[in-house]
C-alpha cells in the first residue's frame, strides 16, 4: 500500500515512557511540507511521561490497558480507524503486538530500535553492546512483524562506542541519532 497522496498521512505514535521519539516525531510533523500529521498518541502507561506531550500539543490521547491483549487490540483497531490511522510509528512502546493486529490494521507499522539490528534484540542493547566490546552500536528503523524486533530494516545509523562508554552515555547519544532517523525512515516508506 502506497502511502503518498495529496493530504497528509494521519498516524498514531504509540509510546510506553518519556516519548523523546514522540516529540521529535511532533516536530518533524510541523514542519512545512512535512507528508504527516500526528493525529493520535496510544500509550499502554498512563504514567507515560510522554502523554503530556498530547496536552501540549493539543494531540487526541488514548490509554489501553494491555492486561487482556485481546480486548486492548481490538480497542486499538476501533481508534485507529475512527481516527483514519495510516501509519503507525512505535516508540519506546513496551508490547508486542500479535500477528493478527498487524494484519488487521492494514496499514504501515515501524518501530524504532536502540541497536544495530539484527545484533541485540530486546531490552537493555546498550550493557550488552558495551559487554560484548563492541566498537559500534546505533539504531534501527524496522517494519514491524510479530517477532520481536525483527521486521525489515528500513534505515539505520551507526554509533562509535568510545573506551569510556558507560551504557548511559551510550544510551544518549544514540537518542540524539533516533531523533533524526525516525523522520528520514518515515519519509522513505512513504515513497513504497
Ligand atoms: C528509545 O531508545 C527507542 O529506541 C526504544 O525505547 C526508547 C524510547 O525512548 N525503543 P523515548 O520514550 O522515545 O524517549
Known amino acids: 500500500m502506497r502511502l503518498i497522496g495529496t493530504k497528509k498521512i494521519k498516524t498514531s505514535v504509540f509510546i510506553s515512557g ?20 500526528i493525529s493520535l498518541i496510544i500509550s499502554n502507561n498512563p504514567s507515560s511521561k510522554g502523554l503530556g506531550f ?13 492486561k487482556n491483549k485481546k480486548l486492548a487490540e481490538k480497542k486499538l483497531l476501533f481508534e485507529l480507524k475512527k481516527s483514519e490511522i495510516r501509519l503507525i510509528c512505535l516508540a519506546g512502546f513496551m508490547k508486542i503486538l500479535s500477528r493478527d493486529f ?7 507499522i515501524l518501530n524504532i530500535h536502540p541497536s544495530l539490528l539484527p545484533k541485540f534484540k530486546g531490552l537493555n542493547t546498550h550493557e550488552r553492546a558495551i559487554e560484548n566490546r563492541e566498537k559500534f552500536s546505533g539504531c534501527t528503523v524496522h517494519f514491524v512483524s510479530s517477532k520481536l ?18 551504557p548511559k ?19 522513505k516508506v512513504i515513497n513504497l
Open 18 to 37: 518519556t516519548g523523546s521519539n514522540l516529540k521529535s516525531l511532533i516536530k518533524f510533523s510541523k514542519q512545512k511540507n512535512s507528508p504527516i500529521e
Open 54 to 66: 498530547a496536552k501540549t500539543f493539543k494531540i487526541k490521547k488514548k490509554i489501553l490497558n494491555f
Open 102 to 108: 498487524i494484519d488487521n490494521f492494514g496499514g504501515k
Open 149 to 166: 524486533d525483527s521486521g525489515k530494516i528500513i534505515l539505520q545509523k551507526k554509533v562509535r562506542i568510545n573506551k569510556n562508554e558507560t
Open 169 to 187: 552515555t551510550l544510551s544518549k547519544k544514540i537518542l540524539v541519532q533516533e531523533h533524526k532517523l525516525y523522520p528520514k525512515a518515515i519519509l
